[in-house]
């Protein structure tokens, strides 16, 4: 999920600040909101979930502000100096800002047989910076790692949690290429899981076809969309594989959404529930027959398409 | 009570015992720079090694950290203690040379030579200071950071914690740096040069994130330039 406002004179650090519900009405930099106080709550006080509340901020932020670990003390009773302690110790912990991109070379023995320096040594040269540095646009972080537990697909480089095994210099252009463009990004004229539906809602049978309103170069799927306070048009693409959204309120992360017939106003809800994050599922029927639900909370990539009964052309 | 022998003297104590304990009660001596009393022992420095049990199961421990066992047969100063002692000592004058207390010891169990490259470290991670900020000062101002080569102690985030009282305990304690900053008086572990001079250092502005403990401490040389004047 990449912001795509001018995020100078927003947050200095949350990932989400784009969609962040914290920040209506609020002026200047924000080191941490509310949100940040229910990572700690939501875990209990034992000894044991100071790891998990300091990976759920740096996942949050993308490192530990100095801000965050103070709080983390406060409120969890444990001295400063002992999650201090901590935060030093893994490497996984970041005290310093990252880029957007975390870009991890691995330099572990299978690796370094297989040309790993060489890889660093393009990615140094690429990107201008020395290892574990930062580029001054704040894209790129690199560093380099000492054994990611994928030998034989050395030499690794590791984007953002993807893989790209076997690596040699010349895919190293690519690799940032295809971080700067996003890594999720589906390639939809290869990918032949990947093909346009065209559905109807369920009650009024009323095509929710937007043929004006283009995602993914194919129309998309108009719905109302409902949550909190805000009421909006949402603009799904229809493209089964891809999951671009575009609404005219941003909606926050992991938000459950109700959706509406933009034609009978009928609410979009079926019985079932999504089978991996629980929300309720949204049918629409698919013109030439069969069903499609989809998850009605924002991120989730939960899905149930049923197409029996449907024409094979 | 548990019945032991130490160096062919048998010995009854209370059972939770260290052996460090009850060689000091029998009056061996083990040279230490790790251990002290009132905290809680820790194993670090490792020169407390003694060896324990009987032929090829003999094995070396720190004293400090292990409690007595029913017919344990303690060896305080075999040839195998103080070998393993010399060398441990040889690493740790190799990491801080300029320590006093080091150099004492080093002279006393006869290291005459320096095979190591000298690290000028200014700490071996005894970890003395941090236990004594936890638990005598109740405080918990520093602590270890980092890992590896890495590690080492102080504040978080490098500034003058918020906890920190400025008692000096943790220089008190140091092994390695107590006699870094004496002043005119070597034989007081601390100067208090800093908090002794008008206005008192940790109240001048430059002084603000700074801790003598952190940071080469320079009362000294501001005295001095107070007396030039």
């Not at chain 1, 949050?60 to 670990?69: H, N, S």
């Not at chain 1, 030998?151 to 010349?170: E, N, Q, R």
């Not at chain 1, 926050?252 to 079926?270: D, S, Y």
């Given at each position: 999920?990449?912001?795509?406002?001018?995020?100078?004179?927003?947050?200095?650090?949350?990932?989400?600040?784009?969609?962040?519900?914290?920040?209506?009405?609020?002026?200047?930099?924000?080191?941490?909101?509310?949100?940040?106080?229910?990572?700690?709550?939501?875990?209990?006080?034992?000894?044991?979930?100071?790891?998990a509340?300091?990976?759920?901020?740096?996942?949050?932020?993308?490192?530990?502000p100095?801000?965050?670990?103070?709080?983390?003390?406060?409120?969890?009773?444990?001295?400063?100096?002992?999650?201090?302690?901590?935060?030093?110790?893994?490497?996984?912990?970041?005290?310093?800002?990252?880029?957007?991109?975390?870009?991890?070379?691995?330099?572990?023995?299978?690796?370094?047989?297989?040309?790993?320096?060489?890889?660093?040594?393009?990615?140094?040269?690429?990107?201008?910076?020395k290892?574990?540095?930062?580029?001054?646009?704040?894209?790129?972080?690199?560093?380099?790692v000492?054994?990611?537990?994928?030998?034989?697909?050395?030499p690794?480089?590791?984007?953002?949690?993807?893989?790209f095994?076997?690596v040699?210099?010349?895919?190293?252009?690519?690799?940032?290429?295809?971080?700067?463009?996003?890594l999720?990004?589906?390639?939809?004229?290869?990918?032949?899981?990947?093909?346009?539906?065209?559905?109807?809602?369920?009650?009024?049978?009323?095509?929710?076809?937007?043929?004006?309103?283009?995602?993914?170069?194919?129309?998309?799927?108009?719905?109302?969309?409902?949550?909190?306070?805000?009421?909006?048009?949402?603009?799904?693409?229809?493209?089964?594989?891809?999951?671009?959204?575009?609404?005219e309120y941003?909606?926050?992360?992991?938000?459950?959404v109700?959706?509406?017939?933009?034609?009978?106003?009928?609410?979009?809800i079926?019985?079932?529930?999504?089978?991996?994050?629980?929300?309720?599922?949204?049918?629409?029927?698919?013109?030439?027959g069969?069903?499609?639900?989809i998850?009605?909370?924002?991120?989730?990539?939960?899905?149930?398409?049923?197409?029996s009964?449907?024409?094979?052309? | 009570?548990?019945?032991?022998?130490?160096?062919?003297?048998?010995?009854s104590?209370?059972?939770?015992?260290?052996?460090?304990?009850?060689?000091?009660?029998?009056?061996?001596p083990?040279?230490?720079?790790?251990?002290?009393?009132?905290?809680?022992?820790?194993?670090?420095?490792r020169?407390?090694?003694?060896?324990?049990?009987e032929?090829?199961?003999?094995?070396?421990?720190?004293?400090?950290?292990?409690?007595?066992?029913?017919?344990?047969?303690?060896r305080?100063?075999?040839?195998?203690?103080?070998?393993?002692?010399?060398?441990?000592?040889?690493?740790?004058?190799?990491?801080?040379?300029?320590?006093?207390?080091?150099?004492?010891l080093?002279?006393k169990?006869?290291?005459?030579?320096?095979?190591f490259?000298?690290?000028?470290?200014?700490?071996?991670?005894?970890?003395?200071?941090?236990?004594?900020c936890e638990?005598?000062?109740?405080?918990?101002?520093?602590?270890?950071?980092?890992?590896?080569?890495?590690?080492?102690?102080?504040?978080?985030?490098?500034?003058?914690?918020?906890?920190?009282?400025?008692?000096?305990?943790?220089?008190?304690?140091?092994?390695?740096?107590?006699?870094?900053?004496?002043?005119?008086?070597?034989?007081?572990?601390?100067?208090?040069?800093?908090?002794?001079?008008?206005?008192?250092?940790?109240?001048?502005?430059?002084?603000?994130?700074?801790m003598?403990?952190?940071?080469?401490?320079?009362?000294?040389?501001?005295?001095?330039?107070i007396?030039?004047?």
């Amino acid at each position: 999920m990449t912001p795509n406002t001018d995020i100078s004179n927003l947050c200095s650090t949350c990932n989400y600040l784009a969609t962040c519900v914290y920040r209506q009405g609020r002026e200047g930099p924000i080191q941490y909101c509310e949100m940040f106080a229910e990572i700690i709550e939501g875990h209990d006080g034992s000894h044991g979930s100071l790891i998990a509340i300091l990976e759920e901020i740096q996942a949050k932020y993308g490192y530990l502000p100095q801000e965050a670990l103070k709080m983390v003390a406060d409120k969890t009773g444990r001295s400063l100096v002992d999650i201090y302690g901590v935060a030093t110790f893994y490497r996984a912990f970041s005290l310093k800002p990252r880029g957007k991109h975390l870009v991890s070379v691995c330099l572990g023995t299978a690796c370094h047989v297989r040309g790993g320096p060489t890889i660093a040594a393009e990615l140094e040269r690429q990107l201008g910076i020395k290892s574990g540095e930062t580029t001054p646009d704040k894209e790129f972080t690199f560093e380099s790692v000492n054994c990611l537990g994928a030998c034989a697909l050395g030499p690794i480089v590791v984007v953002d949690g993807h893989y790209f095994s076997k690596v040699k210099t010349s895919m190293v252009k690519d690799i940032l290429q295809k971080t700067r463009t996003g890594l999720d990004a589906v390639e939809i004229v290869t990918d032949k899981r990947i093909f346009p539906v065209e559905v109807s809602c369920a009650r009024c049978n009323h095509s929710l076809m937007d043929h004006r309103h283009k995602i993914d170069g194919y129309p998309s799927i108009r719905v109302t969309a409902s949550f909190g306070q805000q009421h909006g048009w949402l603009a799904i693409s229809s493209l089964y594989g891809s999951y671009k959204t575009e609404s005219e309120y941003e909606i926050p992360f992991k938000t459950t959404v109700h959706f509406f017939c933009p034609h009978c106003h009928a609410e979009l809800i079926g019985a079932t529930k999504c089978g991996e994050c629980g929300a309720p599922m949204v049918p629409m029927i698919v013109r030439g027959g069969g069903i499609v639900q989809i998850c009605s909370r924002k991120g989730c990539k939960g899905h149930i398409l049923d197409l029996s009964g449907a024409m094979v052309y | 009570m548990v019945n032991i022998n130490i160096n062919g003297v048998n010995l009854s104590v209370e059972e939770g015992t260290t052996l460090l304990e009850a060689a000091q009660f029998l009056g061996f001596p083990i040279p230490t720079l790790c251990h002290m009393e009132g905290l809680s022992p820790y194993g670090a420095c490792r020169l407390c090694v003694v060896e324990i049990g009987e032929g090829p199961k003999a094995r070396l421990v720190t004293s400090c950290t292990s409690r007595v066992e029913e017919g344990l047969r303690i060896r305080t100063a075999s040839s195998r203690v103080m070998k393993a002692r010399k060398m441990i000592l040889e690493l740790l004058l190799a990491s801080c040379p300029q320590s006093k207390v080091i150099q004492d010891l080093a002279s006393k169990f006869e290291v005459r030579r320096q095979r190591f490259r000298q690290e000028h470290e200014d700490c071996i991670l005894c970890g003395l200071c941090v236990r004594m900020c936890e638990e005598q000062m109740m405080a918990k101002a520093i602590g270890f950071r980092g890992r590896g080569e890495k590690r080492s102690i102080g504040t978080p985030f490098d500034i003058r914690s918020e906890q920190c009282r400025l008692c000096g305990g943790c220089m008190y304690v140091c092994p390695a740096c107590q006699l870094r900053c004496t002043y005119t008086e070597p034989d007081k572990a601390i100067c208090g040069g800093c908090a002794n001079i008008y206005p008192p250092c940790v109240e001048k502005e430059q002084f603000d994130d700074m801790m003598c403990y952190m940071d080469p401490c320079v009362a000294c040389e501001i005295i001095k330039k107070i007396e030039i004047k």
